[in-house]
Every structure is written in structure tokens, then in C-alpha cells.
């Protein structure tokens, strides 16, 4: 469609969408740079090194190359730096100051915050950035010649990759997995980084401090101490390390129409980069190739359906089929772009607007690249051999009149891969505080840095209740069994809809509007059973308003079961109920932010007198409030207070996730951590065992939490 759409596309339809991009300038601003650079030195007098440093990050980002001003705010940042104990990253910063031209009489100044650095370091100096190696290396251990039929490139060799045409594409256990056992590893084909504007509500945001300003926008990595693209003042980066492997991979394409690509949004701006990282070659190759078995027939069907092979074997025999994504001897590769190209596009589930729409965009943008010139020297640079790989007559007669099919197979790539990732793409969380300043309790909602496509993880299906959990270092996606599972099994992933946030049918329906599939799940089946037999749908902590009793749900509310009373609560009336509660909860959360937390718990007080009347202790609602009104207490420094609170919220937890699920393991850190500061040792002794146990079972050893939980116990015994 976008080749089709590519003749109609106009430059009125290009000043178009540059209009709409004047709302997203990503040009240097030299008076920006100063001002970023003034309100850093406020910061830095009031002794807030954190937030100053992020404020001398954004003069750099503003700044023009070579000047004055970039060399100052590099100056100024590493103050902040050597303040905040980050020796390395100031002498990196000092290193940038003298080379962009910082100013002769200062530099005395400089010369000894530098001495000041080495001499902390023991004369180590600084370290140049090192790839991103993230934990692949101990599963390599495990997978390291892993060849053949139904293997897995980054999987565990207890995991295979098979097909049934029921199901598709998937992956069995086929040994006993152990719960928190490694089952896959995979660093993402590709990634675009989430502006926090787009999924934070403004009252937890921190002024300059968003996903954008706090994160690598290559290797996700959060740094205080970003270094900028050279050409525009969106992209920032870890180090000249990241930012080399992300100007030669995909940003000396997309730099010049960075506003442009906000503008579109993450899904646009994904697609387009995976395109363009991929090369025409590989598009080529990819479009024109089709499956064989060894006598050379064909045995894939066409471009909607080329994922599956026409027969349901895993371990294709002499002459048979492999499945897609497969090199010839049956091992997946999903670091290739082939496996991008074989995720399903869905292409005639979506609705036809959208996909007039994305057509539209993804043609306007290819139109713009081919305008800034960067297109036509670098993406089409293929020798004429590899453009006559898969190249059909129609495109070669373009070519031969002055076409370009290259443009059009771009577009024609591009919206293929948005079409995927409206099904395939995965968001790259993180845990992030959300508590105030130095607030003893951290909110463990998990906070969207990035969307990403995996290939290898596409590969597994959905459950409501799955039997895996995931988490995210850098780029790179970690699987886990989150139980035990029995060879034979399948692993399978939940793709949003969970059994513990929500009934049966609202989760089929949004499956089945997004991802175009009925879900009949052992979760689904087992409450769909329920309800046929009169247990009415799962009970989701609704109590009777009149008499107290537990209320049973259906389509149309929840009814009390006692026939003295049967009094219903319509879903209307339930809605608006929960969302006066959750407006109380927002409400003390703005409080706590600005310093009144005695104000929010007497907000929260009411809330919980609220609620009382119509849910359970066990209704996730009461556990967020139970949740905000410890951080609240423990903002105030009411230690005792604010950990009966967390108890609450534990066992709501608990209730609605399951007592080895990786959300109680978040909530017991937070009472370890909360028994940690009000000094109540063998409290914190005692609870520390069993969050650590939960959250290396589903994050893994190296995850922060685990680290400070380790550092809490060594600090604690070592007292006692």
C-alpha cells in the first residue's frame, strides 16, 4: 500500500506533516542551553546535585558543538558529578569541557577538580565505554553449540520451538524447568525510546526528569550524565560509545527528521527503524524468499501467511518443511531480520482505516527521508546484484523509468512491521520510585521506557495465567519460568490481560480486538466453566452495600447472594464508585509531592472509610490505598504506621497475585525496606529472605532490588 499511496503523497502532504512537527523541535537552541544551564546553578547552590546535574544535561543537549556554552555546561555538570561521587563520569565530563574550547582563565578550576577525581579513583583515570554485554554470557554457557531441529538461538537447551497449526509458532519444555530457571535471553532486533509525556501522568513526573532526559536512547541504560547527538537535541546517549552505534545503525538516517518521527509516534518511528536498520538488501532477500524443501518446491504460502509452513512438524524430515525463521539445519535464529519479516502483520485484522493511516504516514515519512538526502545515499547503496535479488518485474521497469522502487520497498517494509508490532511489540519496563525525595518507600508500578520487538519472545503464546515472567536489563529480555513446568509444556506469556486485573470476558474481548484471537486459556476455560454452572463470574472483591455479604459478578453488576436482601450494584454505579476512590488516591499523591503528607492521610483515611462500604480488604483498590498511605506515613517518619499499612497492602497483593508472584516480591521489598529505616532489625531480617527469594526467582540475581536487599542484611548482621 505505502508504494501505492507514495504517488498521491505530495509535498503539500510532506509541509504537512512538518507542520505538525514544529511541535516537537528537536533543533540546538543556544538560549535554552543557558537557560537549562542557569536553573543547574540554582539547584546546585540549594545542594540538590541530583537534580542540578540533570538541568546541566539539558544545556548540553541545547548546546551547539564546539562552543563556549557546551563547554561550560560540561564544566558545570561535572561539579555536580564529583559532588554526587560519580569520579569516572566527571572526568569524562571535564575531558569534554577542555576539548569544546572551555574558557583559559577557568580552567585552573577544572585542572584540580580533575586531580580531586583521579585521586578518588587511586589514579585509575576514566574508562572508556564497554558494548553491552548485559547476562547473556551464563546462558551462553548453557547454549553455546546449541544446533538442529527446533532449537532456539538464546534459549535454555530445555526449551524447543515448535508448530501446530492450531497454534502457530511456539515453545515446550522439553526437560523440567525449575521456577526462576532461565529460559530464554534476547537482546531486542530493535528499540524506540517512550518521551514519558506520553505515559506518566503529570503529577508523578519531576520536572525535566523524564524517560527521555534519564535513559540512554540506545542501550536504555539510565544515566545522570547523557551525551547528546551532535545535529539535534532529542537524542542523548551514554556514552560516545552508544552514540557512535547508534549514528551508524539508524539515527544519520532519522536524525534530520526527528520531529517528524515524534510526531508519527513510537509505532511509526519503530517500524521505520527496523526497516532502515535492516538494509535493501535484507528486505529483499527476505521478501523473495520462500521457504523449500530439498527438492526446491515451494512450501510456503503467500505474504499473509508466510509464517507457518504448509505442514504442522517441528523436526522437518528429508525434504520436508522448516519453519519460517529457521536456518537450514532447523535452528531459529531471532536476532536475523528474517524472523522480523515472518512475524504475522495481521494485515486483514486491522481495521482499513488504520491501515489507510499508517499507509499515509509511513509514505509522507519516506517522502521526507528521500527530501533530506540521507536516504538516497545510504539505504539504496547495494550493489545492482543484491537489487535483482527478489525484485519482480514491475520494480525493475520502475527502475528503468526513473521509479524508485528502493522508496517503495521501504514504505512497503515499513508498514508491514507497524502492522506486526500493533501485535508483536513488547514495552521495555523498569521499576522506577515514584516516592518523594528521600522517601522511604518506593511505588512498584513499573514504568513503560521503551517499545521493542523481540523475535524469539513473539514466539511465545498467551496465557491469562502464564507460567513465565519477564524482565528487562538494558535492551535485553530475560524469560523465566515463574513455576515449575513439566516437559511437555508449553510456555506461554501474558500479553497484557491478566486473570488478576480483570473478568474473563473484558479480557477476551480486548484479546480478540487486538491480537485477532479467541482466548481459551486454561484460566478463561476454568472461569467460563464457573459461570455456566451458576458460580456467576470471578468474585473481584465486591461486597453488598447493604448487608456486607460478598457480591457475585455478572454482565450486568454484582447482585448480594442472600435472599433477604438481593440488592444489585450496576457496573455504572461500581465505575463510578472506583473512580472516586481513585481520585482521592491521586489527590494524596499530590499531596505527599508537595510536602503535605499529614493532609494526604487524612485524604486516605476517608478513601478507606469509602471503600469499606462496598469491597473487600482483598480488592486491589484497597491495596493501592494501603500503598499511599504508607508512603505517606513514611514520608512523615511514622516507621510503625507505615509498615501495618504495607501489611495491608501485602495481603491484598497476595490475594490477587498469588503468594509466589514477582508483584509480592516488590511489596515485601518495600516492607524490608521500611523495617530497615525504623530500625526494627529482626523485622527486616525476617522479611528480607522471603522478598529475595521471590525476586531473584522472577528478575534474577543482578536486579537492583536484590543488590540493596543483600546490602540491607550485610549491614544488619553485621550490627548484630
Not at 516516592?435 to 513499573?446: I, L, N, P, Y
Not at 524482565?471 to 490481560?497: D, K, M, N
Not at 471503600?611 to 513514611?634: K, V, W
Not at 531473584?696 to 550490627?719: I, N, Y
Request: charged share 20%.
Amino acid at each position: 500500500m505505502p508504494s501505492l499511496c507514495l504517488p498521491v503523497c505530495s509535498a503539500e502532504d510532506v509541509e504537512f506533516l512538518t507542520g505538525i512537527a514544529q511541535g516537537y523541535s528537536v533543533q540546538k537552541d543556544p538560549q535554552s542551553a543557558r537557560l537549562s544551564r542557569g536553573q543547574g546553578n540554582g539547584h546546585f547552590k540549594n545542594r540538590d546535585y541530583a537534580a542540578s546535574a540533570l538541568f546541566y544535561s539539558q544545556g548540553v543537549c541545547q548546546a551547539d558543538p564546539g562552543t563556549e556554552e557546551l563547554a561550560l555546561c560540561f564544566a558545570n555538570r561535572s561539579a555536580a558529578l564529583v559532588h554526587l561521587a560519580l569520579y569516572k563520569e566527571c572526568l569524562a565530563d571535564i575531558r569534554r569541557a577542555l576539548s569544546n574550547g572551555y574558557p583559559k582563565p577557568l580552567e585552573p578550576k577544572l585542572l584540580a577538580r580533575q586531580a580531586d577525581c583521579l585521586s578518588q579513583l587511586g589514579g585509575a583515570g576514566e574508562e572508556s565505554c564497554l558494548p553491552d554485554r548485559g547476562g547473556m554470557e551464563q546462558l551462553a554457557s548453557q547454549t553455546g553449540s546449541i544446533q538442529g531441529p527446533g532449537a532456539v538461538a538464546g534459549a535454555s537447551a530445555a526449551v524447543a520451538l515448535r508448530y501446530e497449526p492450531s497454534k502457530g509458532r511456539h515453545l515446550v519444555a522439553v526437560e523440567d524447568i525449575a521456577a526462576g530457571e532461565v529460559i530464554l535471553e534476547e537482546r531486542a532486533y530493535s528499540c524506540v525510546l517512550i518521551p514519558e509525556e506520553t505515559v506518566a501522568p503529570r503529577v508523578e513526573r519531576r520536572g525535566v526528569a523524564g524517560t527521555e532526559y534519564r535513559h540512554c536512547h540506545h542501550c536504555l541504560r539510565p544515566t545522570l550524565c547523557p551525551l547528546p547527538c551532535q545535529s539535534c537535541s532529542f537524542c542523548r546517549y551514554c556514552g560516545e560509545g552508544c552514540r557512535d552505534r547508534a549514528w551508524e545503525g539508524y539515527h544519520h538516517w532519522e536524525c534530520s527528521v526527528g520531529g517528524e518521527l515524534l510526531a508519527a509516534g513510537v509505532l511509526a518511528h519503530l517500524a521505520l527503524r527496523v526497516a532502515l536498520q535492516a538494509g535493501l538488501g535484507e528486505v529483499q532477500r527476505a521478501r523473495g524468499q520462500s521457504h523449500k524443501d530439498k527438492s526446491g518446491q515451494d512450501i510456503l504460502p503467500p505474504e499473509e501467511s508466510s509464517d507457518k509452513p504448509e505442514e504442522s512438524s517441528h523436526e522437518p524430515p528429508s525434504g520436508g518443511p522448516l519453519i519460517p525463521g529457521c536456518d537450514p539445519a532447523g535452528c531459529y535464529l531471532g536476532s536475523s531480520y528474517l524472523c522480523v519479516h515472518h512475524l504475522l502483520p495481521h494485515t486483514h485484522g486491522h481495521a482499513p482505516r488504520l491501515r489507510f493511516l499508517c499507509a499515509v504516514t509511513l509514505a509522507t515519512l519516506c517522502l521526507k527521508l528521500q527530501g533530506s538526502g540521507a536516504l538516497a545515499s545510504k539505504w539504496g547503496g547495494v550493489s545492482q546484484t543484491d537489487r535483482s535479488d527478489g525484485q519482480s518485474q514491475g520494480e525493475a521497469e520502475d527502475r528503468g523509468s526513473g521509479g524508485s522502487s528502493e522508496l517503495s520497498m521501504l514504505g512497503a517494509a515499513a508498514l508491514r512491521h507497524v502492522l506486526q508490532l500493533r501485535c508483536n511489540a513488547q514495552a521495555v519496563t523498569a521499576v522506577r520510585d515514584a516516592g518523594v525525595g528521600g522517601s522511604a518507600v518506593q511505588s512498584s508500578a513499573e514504568v513503560r521506557l521503551a517499545t521493542a520487538i523481540f523475535p524469539s519472545l513473539s514466539l511465545l503464546n498467551h496465557s491469562c495465567s502464564p507460567n513465565t515472567s519477564i524482565s528487562f536489563r538494558s535492551r535485553r529480555v530475560t524469560v523465566r519460568a515463574a513455576q515449575p513446568i513439566r516437559a511437555g509444556q508449553e510456555l506461554l506469556h501474558c500479553y497484557g490481560p491478566h486473570r488478576s486485573r480483570m473478568a474473563v470476558r473484558e479480557r477476551q474481548r480486548l484479546l480478540q480486538e487486538q491480537y485477532f484471537f479467541l482466548c481459551q486459556c486454561a484460566a478463561c476455560c476454568q472461569e467460563l466453566g464457573s459461570e455456566g454452572k451458576g458460580h456467576g463470574a470471578e468474585d473481584l472483591g465486591v461486597r453488598c452495600v447493604q448487608c456486607g455479604s460478598p457480591a457475585k459478578g455478572s454482565e450486568e453488576g454484582y447482585t448480594c447472594p442472600q435472599t433477604s436482601c438481593h440488592f444489585t450494584l450496576s457496573l455504572t454505579d461500581l465505575s463510578s464508585r472506583l473512580q472516586a476512590l481513585s481520585g482521592h488516591v491521586e489527590e494524596a499523591v499530590r499531596l505527599i509531592v508537595t510536602g503535605r503528607p499529614e493532609k494526604a492521610v487524612k485524604r486516605l483515611q476517608s478513601a478507606i472509610t469509602q471503600a469499606d462500604r462496598f469491597l473487600s480488604s482483598t480488592h486491589p483498590m484497597q491495596g493501592e490505598i494501603a500503598d499511599t498511605m504508607a508512603r505517606a506515613y513514611a514520608t512523615m517518619g511514622c516507621w510503625g504506621q507505615a509498615a501495618a499499612q504495607l501489611r495491608r497492602s501485602v495481603a491484598t497483593v497476595r490475594s490477587q497475585y498469588g503468594e509466589d508472584s514477582v508483584e509480592v516480591g516488590q511489596q515485601l521489598f518495600k516492607l524490608a525496606q521500611l523495617h530497615f529505616n525504623g530500625g526494627e532489625m529482626q523485622k527486616a531480617l525476617t522479611v528480607i529472605p522471603k522478598a529475595r527469594r521471590l525476586l531473584v526467582q522472577h528478575c534474577g540475581h543482578r536486579s537492583e532490588q536484590v543488590e540493596e536487599l543483600k546490602a540491607m542484611e550485610d549491614c544488619l548482621r553485621g550490627v548484630l
